[in-house]
């Protein structure tokens, strides 16, 4: 069986913001395509918050919330697990590539067990109470996928970046 191959795939402002009052702060339909052609037929797991922005299953995909609450119900076709490394086990039962959706927590634990990132990052800057912490990726494959710019179904421009693990 193939090595399970764990990936972080999120956008984020310049400052590093990734949701404002729960929610993602902007509509990017090209990045959101992006995103789902990325993970279709793979595994997520998200966070409790992350999941509560659309409160519903992503289509094509095992979805998995990670959260403490033992009586948290969720839509159907999401399954609720306790634990991020119950998440990644049961992930790792379908698929040998599990991406890692958000939040901000999600993204701290798993970022030293990650062989790929991808980045959006999207050129403004947003107030929000969910920042990422400056990864450190020295030592990483850059390659940047797609430049976009801003225009009338895009209010910022974005650039989409993929990091490897050397």
């Not at 030592?139 to 990091?163: I, N, S």
């Amino acid at each position: 069986m193939p090595q399970l191959q764990l990936i972080q795939i999120y956008a984020r402002s310049e400052n590093r913001v990734i949701g404002a009052d729960g929610r993602i702060p902007w509509r990017l339909p090209d990045d959101f395509k992006h995103f789902k052609q990325t993970t279709m037929g793979c595994p997520i797991i998200m966070g409790r918050k992350t999941y509560e922005d659309h409160a519903s299953a992503l289509p094509g995909r095992l979805n998995l919330v990670v959260t403490r609450n033992s009586d948290y119900e969720a839509a159907e076709g999401v399954e609720v697990v306790a634990s991020l490394d119950a998440a990644i086990q049961r992930a790792s039962n379908e698929s040998d590539r599990v991406f890692i959706i958000g939040g901000v927590g999600l993204f701290e634990q798993t970022f030293d067990q990650v062989q790929t990132v991808y980045e959006t990052v999207v050129h403004t800057e947003i107030h929000g109470e969910a920042v990422l912490p400056e990864f450190d990726f020295t030592g990483w494959q850059r390659e940047v996928l797609q430049q976009h710019p801003a225009d009338d179904r895009h209010a910022y421009a974005f650039t989409v970046v993929r990091w490897d693990r050397r």
